[in-house]
């Protein structure tokens, strides 16, 4: 009977082991199946945007130069000082040209196509390229310019004649008075540059990124071999797993999404794929390697696997001890505390398997937050943000320089810095500066941002700030006024600025009023400002009246003032307001 008690104990112990251990192995899986879900998609969005910055660039490059091509249309000779002039602005561009539609100059000869083209050297070149062996009348990026009939790009080509490298042509139609379509402009682009940004970070040291055309060909893989030699699909026409066709047609219908899928030689990977925004139609994949992925999770199942066994081997020798120590009831007594001892033991090791943390996010009720954010145009350039990290709240406010398109991929990679970079830096000083030198980094355009970046203590109250040339905040509740911050430079104009931070207590009550220039310097139709005075003042009249006092109400009445102010006057920036009431008793 001691024998049949002590394997019943044996098993059901386990049983419960083991389910302790499939509980934590699933709970750890899933968790770091989020962990690399969110660091692939982490990396398609920051390589879409870098690329949507050269190709965004060239884009606008050629659309606000060819209305100077269509104006010189009836002087052909002429087109070359305005192919130029584009080309010396613009170093992305390789080389640019007017392909004319055939015998267009009956004196040019059947083929016209002027071109500028940018040396190694630097020096400029000029030459009327278009021929019978250079016959652009044909080639897929006329054709299918002309057939779009707007601005498109083409598939990407190996030119072996003129520049000795891949490229992509973005074309755009040319109109002649009467508006019909007489030429494509065309600026050829340098591929050269795409390789470097997609492989210049990768998620796992194993892991690796694929772009492909609209068509399928590749055009960046980690074997140089396929570079633009072959298809996706031609690659991986002998996969066994069949998952691999649905990827490729899914990225070549412009879907994104990710896939578990055995490769071509056996191994087990993850693929990540979603399209590059634009008109180009291309689409990019990150590739990880599962058995990197998840190699410190089963070496964590092998540990907690040999300690189970232990702990089931010392509960079985305990349980054999037991079952022979029949002499004396003072022996039997001291065996029984023994086991109970070692049964103690064995709970506590259970325990140290299962988290002692709850809840992990619990509800808070010592602040609340409220913003708005009402672009001047279908896209905008102001930002904020906010989130909880150990009892802090870090939040931000910006507003980038210019509008429009360029001014919303700032907008949404400071955004992005902002949120990697404070969750891991406590000082509003060092997140700015982190920040800063990251945008100086890449900033080719000349843009900046005006930044404010607090770190509010829900505990304490104290507040951490540092303001980058932004709009100071008004403190609205006890001694409202507006908040003094040191003078700093605006984020992303020069490397290695030395940000000064600045610190103070916020009292219970007091609601932090955070604001860009789009609601002080908002005109009426006779080109009044609204103003800081009057913006303080509707607050103070918002603490008068007492009600109302919530970030919402506060927002909402100078929303309203705002309004009353300007009339039906046009808004011409960006208007954004953050509120965030700090509610500890």
Known sequence: MKNKSGVVI??????????????????????????????????????NLEIQKVMVAV?????????????????????????????????????????FKADYYPQKGHWFEPYVAQRQDGSIEEAQIGSKSHNYLEAEFYLSGLKAGRGVWSEPYYDNARAKMMLCTYTIPVCNSKGETVALFGADVSLNWLSSVINASHIYPSSYNVVISRTGLVMVCPDENLIMRSTIQEVTEDAVDTTTRYINQQQMSGQSGHQDITGIDGEKVSVFYAPIDGEAGWSMSVVCNREEVYADL???????????????????????????????????NAEKERIGSELRIARDIQESMLPKTFPPYP????????????????????????????????????????????????????????????????????IVSTMNDAMVEMNESDMFVTLFVGALDLKTGELHFCNAGHEEPLLIGKGTGLLPTNNNIPVGLMANWNYEGNATLIYPGTTIFLYTDGLTEAENNAHVGYGKERMIKTAQQILHDNNGKDPETIIAIQT??????????????????????????
Not at 19 to 40: C, N, S, T
Not at 560 to 576: R, W
Request: with cysteine.
């Open 59 to 99: 884009e606008t490059a050629i659309s606000n130069t060819v209305w100077a091509a269509e104006r010189n249309i009836d002087e052909p000779d002429s087109l070359y000082s305005v192919l130029r002039r584009m080309v010396e602005q613009n170093p992305t561009i390789v080389g640019a040209g007017l392909m």
């Open 10 to 47: 044996i098993v059901t112990v386990a049983v419960l082991l083991e389910i302790i251990f499939l509980v934590e192995y699933i709970f750890a899986h899933k968790g770091i199946r989020e962990e690399v879900e969110h660091k692939a998609e982490t990396e398609l969005r920051v390589k």
């Open 298 to 332: 089963w070496k964590r199942g092998l540990y907690l696997t040999l300690l189970m066994l232990a702990g089931l081997a010392l509960l079985g020798y305990i349980i054999y001890r037991t079952a022979r120590s029949d002499r004396s009831l003072q022996r039997a």
């Open 560 to 585: 309203e003032a705002l309004h009353k102010h300007v009339g039906d006057a046009e808004q011409s920036d960006d208007l954004t307001m953050l509120a965030i009431r700090y509610n500890k008793e």
């Open 363 to 430: 509800e808070r009720n010592d602040v609340d937050i409220f913003a708005t954010l009402v672009p001047a145009k279908e896209v905008g350039g102001d930002l904020y943000d906010y989130h909880i990290r150990g009892e802090k709240l870090f939040f931000c406010i910006g507003d980038v320089s210019g509008k429009g398109v360029p001014a919303s991929l700032v907008m949404a990679v400071t955004r992005s810095l902002f949120r990697s970079v404070s969750a891991h830096e406590d000082l509003p000083e060092a």
